[in-house]
């Protein structure tokens, strides 16, 4: 099969050693080596305690580690576990690992793309993706994500995590709004490094053309997520517990904005006759809380924010008359104008500035790499009127604004497509 | 005397009577060139035009910038402006061929060279189109991702960008059209050289305060950042 010719032969020769297995877990790295021998304890442990007699295999795609990443994973024996678990595998757990194509411009597409070429060979009952730099997974996590696929014959597993108010804003103001409004799935994050799957919803996957295509597999974690509800396949999600990161920075907005908002204006085009037709949304089977929301004070600079939406409107001007209608961008010259006390950029401008900035990227009216980078000022003054509104607010406030701007997001869905429709 | 006046006068306009019978043909063959020249220019013209429409060479032009270039010369737009411009190339082309017909001697060594410059206009052409496409896609890059780092006047970048690349371009246009190379190469390396001069000057003298600002402005934030707690947008 085509798949099979970016594989090394070597891998293939392990693979078919290993011989069709009940359970995969795919475990991308690169340069992991602090953490990738506790975690890969953890699913051992995960393993041993909920799926002991199944055959399973962690296959580990690696993208050119130099500090022993992946000898830490095939390294690692199951034995290690018993003695202090008292558990036991009736079945060899088997860990592989494989250097993707280190020339890939997106490395976890590449590497999510090496784990789905393994398992179309392997052909296991469920799979899972698990990161390397989840600071705090637990064994049950294999259970939550795996489970509902082994045992309840669901496609995909996303998961839900507790979360800081502030954490995760393109999540909560962009993705997730935009998500459920179009597809019509009350999914909390379709883009998530932690996720399981069906053998055949994988398979499926493969084969489709999202490779190739102008993200180069960027945001493919989204795109996976997008591609199970178009094609309706069984989806629920688990909620996970608290969402952190070993090494705890900043993603640059930029690349997050390419595997979020790209992949999702990229999935649009394809997907037009699937989400055309979607009115509401459905809310999806969730195994414990859809959400929790956690309160402790951060320190975040605000002001800072509100001065790069004011420098993006300054400079950006004749990058946004390509991109916005003259009332749009007229309203977003209007709010900058106003001291930071008054600044507000309202759902509604926000929700009709991203449908105008989708529906743009689908008419390719500038470079569309050019337009996802235009969207980062814009979306720094929508997190400043949220942190603000959302300052002294509890967690059922955070709730119910997230959930007004769902609504603004759906009942605006019928701008998104008259603009769609209006292509030259 | 007076016959042989008469008779000198009537072998003249006899000769002159053969040598416009000798010519006439040759007019008529230049004249029917020239009218199944313009047939065929403006059958090339209405071609064009239509694949251009359909390539949407317009929009591209846009992004190039040469939509505007030509809007402030109040010409019209760049499928117009190029399917004409080929409409005369291909015409004159066909007349010069036609004259080359008359076999006036100086005129056909010139027509000779007409057809020999017309590849090295298209290259230019080409050279030029692509320059301006790639001028503008560079300098709305260095617009973006000067405005994304929030660094200082990040337009003043992207015009930097956006001039240098037009400076290239433009020399070697020249230089492949054959014109005052030698002039063009001098006036490049003059115009380059003092761009950067004045950048450095600029930089080095005019930018000193802003520059320490900027840093300053670095250097402050990076102490109160390092007590503020960091946003995930993930």
Not at chain 1, 193 to 209: A, C, D, I
Not at chain 1, 383 to 404: C, Q, Y
Not at chain 2, 82 to 94: D, E, H, K, N
Request: aromatic share 10%.
């Amino acid at each position: 099969m085509a798949e099979e010719s970016y594989l090394t032969d070597d891998f293939l020769r392990q693979l078919m050693n290993v011989g069709e297995v009940d359970i995969l877990i795919g475990l991308p790295t690169h340069n992991n080596a602090k953490t990738v021998g506790s975690i890969v304890h953890t699913i051992q442990s995960g393993i041993l305690r909920g799926f002991p007699r199944e055959r399973a295999v962690i296959i580990n795609a690696d993208g050119g580690s130099r500090d022993g990443t992946p000898e830490l994973v095939t390294g690692v024996s199951i034995d290690d576990m018993r003695p202090a678990s008292n558990l036991h595998t009736l079945r060899t757990l088997h860990s592989i690992s494989t250097k993707y194509a280190s020339n890939a411009r997106s490395a976890s597409g590449a590497a999510f793309r090496t784990i789905l070429a393994a398992a179309e060979l392997l052909r296991p009952k469920a799979c899972v993706v698990m990161s390397p730099e989840s600071a705090n997974i637990q064994p049950e996590w294999l259970s939550m994500l795996l489970g509902p696929i082994y045992r309840d014959g669901f496609d995909l597993v996303t998961p839900t995590y507790r979360r800081h108010k502030f954490e995760g804003l393109l999540i909560t103001n962009l993705l997730y709004p935009m998500t459920r409004a179009l597809y019509g799935l009350r999914i909390r994050e379709a883009y998530s490094p932690e996720f399981g799957f069906s053998g055949r919803l994988g398979s499926q996957f493969l084969g489709q053309n999202v490779w190739n295509d102008e993200t180069e597999g960027a945001g493919v974690e989204l795109r996976f997520t997008l591609a199970a509800i178009a094609g309706k396949y069984r989806i629920c999600q688990s909620f996970l517990g608290d969402k952190d990161r070993i090494e705890r920075h900043a993603v640059d907005l930029v690349p997050a904005l390419r595997q979020t908002a790209g992949a999702l204006f990229s999935a649009l085009e394809p997907d037009f006759p699937v989400w055309s037709i979607v009115t509401g949304s459905q809310p999806a089977s969730t195994t414990g809380p859809d959400h929790e929301v956690l309160l402790e004070p951060l320190r975040v600079s605000r002001k800072r924010l509100r001065e790069m939406f004011l420098a993006g409107i300054g400079e950006l001007e004749s990058v946004f008359q390509s991109i916005l209608s003259p009332s749009t961008l007229a309203e977003l010259q209007s709010i900058a104008h106003l001291d930071e006390e008054g600044f507000r950029y309202p759902a509604e401008l926000w929700v009709r500035t991203v449908y105008e900035f989708a529906a743009s990227y689908q008419k390719s009216v500038i470079s569309r790499d050019h337009i996802i980078q235009a969207l980062a000022p814009l979306f720094r003054g929508r997190m400043f009127t949220f942190l603000t509104e959302n300052r002294n607010a509890s967690a059922g406030e955070v709730e119910k604004n997230i959930e007004d701007l769902c609504l603004e997001f759906e009942s605006l869905k019928p701008y998104l497509l008259q603009l769609w429709k209006s292509r030259e | 005397m007076r016959e042989m006046i008469v008779s000198e006068l009537s072998q003249a306009l006899h000769e002159m009577a053969r040598g416009f019978a000798h010519l006439l043909p040759r007019i008529i063959v230049m004249l029917i060139l020239a009218a199944l020249g313009w047939v065929i220019a403006y059958v090339v013209k209405v071609v064009l035009r239509s694949i251009l429409r359909l390539v949407k060479f317009d929009k591209l032009s846009e992004n190039a910038g040469a939509s505007q270039l030509l809007a402030k010369a109040a010409l019209p737009s760049p499928t117009e402006v190029l399917s004409r411009f080929v409409f005369w190339i291909a015409w004159l082309g066909f007349i010069l061929l036609g004259v080359s017909v008359l076999g006036i001697m100086g005129l056909q060594e010139q027509v000779a060279r007409f057809f020999l410059f017309l590849p090295r206009l298209f290259v230019a052409m080409f050279i030029m189109f692509f320059g301006l496409l790639a001028a503008s896609f560079f300098s709305r890059a260095a617009l973006l991702a000067g405005v994304n780092a929030n660094m200082p006047s990040p337009r003043v970048l992207s015009l930097a960008v956006r001039t240098i690349i037009i400076v290239f371009v433009l020399s070697i246009v020249f230089e492949e059209l054959g014109l005052a190379e030698q002039t063009m190469l001098v006036a490049f390396g003059i115009a380059f050289g003092a761009l950067m001069l004045g950048l450095a000057i600029a930089f080095g003298m005019g930018g000193r305060d802003l520059a320490r600002r900027f840093l300053e402005k670095k250097i402050v934030r990076g102490k109160k950042e390092e007590n503020e707690d960091e946003l995930s947008p993930l």
